[in-house]
């Protein structure tokens, strides 16, 4: 017997008032930030400050903060329409990772934080005051978080830690840094993702240098090599209990492929509406490109592929809202959507024909920048390894 929100029926698939208004809303914004704005973005490799001002200005960086810490208080569904609405702007994910942080990344301090926390971190946040990162990675681990070896050594009332970071998106423009680090051996507890510890602190640029890294796309949104010595980070920057950060981040890790697959659909959508619009457009051997079946079967494979994703995006997002188990739903969304997504900017590249290889078609921006959510915050392989295990119950594999 499952239990949801008063009011809502257990099958439902129009969006809700709220979410049409946050849909439009989002969509408002965006408008100003043309795909010239997000091209030159692209270009310059600057930071989309005046959007992520924009998106602050009316509230929406605290989405997902409760009200009573400066947020809004609403759920990952209405994140995830959200998110959507910017990457299907065109924005893509140079526009979704400028505030990606600020939506959902503060959830560990929402969950497990004190009071005295909660009212310290989350307003700054919530009103863009403040930018924060999320620094997990590391170059020796890996997808094997178990064995990070960035430490973090209590000394008193002080915390100090050293290691290195891989990664790390915003960490030029970040004022803080949520860190997952060992406080104890991985030999110390009963799982070896024991002894990790979960910091939420001032990234104090005397004690840590950020080296960005040249990368294929989203380029306005910086990734970096992360190097920390000797950083003193006050105890009551710790994250519940010593030693339980991995339990922490678990927690947000659904709600993030959930806003990750709504990323990925909609920068599809994007890829999908400038295919449809140019094969309607561009004329050969008389008659529109896409008058052919070769244009448009593939065009129409993608519109069903996103229509799917999308549908189990949202109901990851229903579950999780609705506080139900959404493991199996939330990493199927990510892959189906990042797989939708890819297919569609692939196929939007291939419909402009050469000029899909023009920055000035914005299409091979997208392209690049949808190998971001195949890739990350985890690999398809492992997702399909999640699947495998946890819900077809086969041995694990590794
Ligand atoms: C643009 C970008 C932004 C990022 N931002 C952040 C950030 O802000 N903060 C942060 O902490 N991290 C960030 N990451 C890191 C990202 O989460 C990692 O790259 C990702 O988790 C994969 O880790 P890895 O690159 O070390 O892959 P590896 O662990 O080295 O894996 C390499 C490949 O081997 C495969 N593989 C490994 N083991 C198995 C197995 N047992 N079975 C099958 N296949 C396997 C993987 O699926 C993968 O394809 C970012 C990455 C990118 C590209």
Redesign the pocket.
């Known amino acids: 017997m499952v239990t949801i929100r008063p009011g809502v029926p257990a099958i439902h698939f129009a969006f809700s008032e709220l979410q049409q208004s946050v849909r439009t809303a989002i969509e408002k914004i965006c408008a100003r930030f043309g795909d010239d704005y997000w091209l030159k973005r692209d270009s310059d490799g600057e930071f989309p400050e005046e959007f992520y001002r924009a998106c602050a200005a009316d509230g929406w960086l605290g989405v997902c903060i409760p009200q009573a810490f400066g947020g809004s208080g609403l759920g990952v569904s209405e994140a995830a329409v959200m998110m959507q609405a910017v990457t299907a702007s065109g924005a893509g994910l140079s526009g979704a990772s400028a505030i990606h942080m600020n939506i959902f990344g503060l959830n560990p301090v929402v969950v497990y934080g004190t009071e005295e926390q909660k009212r310290r971190m989350l307003p700054p946040v919530a009103a863009g005051k403040e930018k924060a990162?999320?620094?997990?990675?590391e170059p020796n681990?890996?997808?094997?978080t178990a064995k990070l070896q960035t430490r973090a050594e209590r000394r008193g009332d002080v915390y100090v830690i050293s290691g290195a970071?891989?990664?790390?998106?915003?960490a030029q423009v970040a004022d803080k840094m949520l860190i997952l680090t060992r406080t104890a051996p991985a030999t110390a507890g009963d799982k070896p993702t024991a002894g990790l510890s979960l910091f939420y602190t001032a990234l104090d640029r005397r004690y840590v240098e950020v080296r960005e890294i040249e990368?294929m796309g989203?380029k306005a949104v910086d990734?970096n090599q992360v190097f920390i010595d000797g950083l003193p980070v006050p105890a009551e920057d710790r994250i519940g209990e010593d030693g339980r950060g991995f339990e922490y981040i678990l927690h947000g890790l659904n709600p993030e492929r959930i806003l990750v697959a709504a990323e990925a659909i909609g920068l599809g959508r994007a890829a999908l509406a400038r295919a449809t619009a140019y094969a309607k457009e561009r004329v050969v051997f008389g008659r529109p490109i896409g008058q052919n079946q070769a244009i448009q079967h593939p065009l129409a494979e993608c519109w069903m592929e996103l229509e799917a994703a999308e549908l189990m995006m949202l109901k990851a997002a229903w579950q999780y809202d609705n506080g139900m188990a959404c493991g199996p739903a939330a990493n199927a969304a990510k892959y189906l959507a990042a797989e939708a997504g890819f297919k569609a900017c692939q196929t939007a590249v291939a419909t402009h024909g050469g000029y899909g290889y023009a920055k000035e078609y914005h299409v091979e921006r997208y392209f690049r920048e949808i190998m971001?959510p195949k890739?990350?915050?985890?690999?398809?392989?492992?997702i399909l390894?999640f699947i495998a295990e946890r819900v077809l119950g086969l041995p694990k594999?590794?």
């Open positions: 990162c999320f620094a997990v990675t681990a890996g997808l094997e970071k891989i990664w790390i998106s915003t990368k989203r990734s971001i890739l990350a915050p985890v690999s398809p392989q492992l390894c594999s590794y």
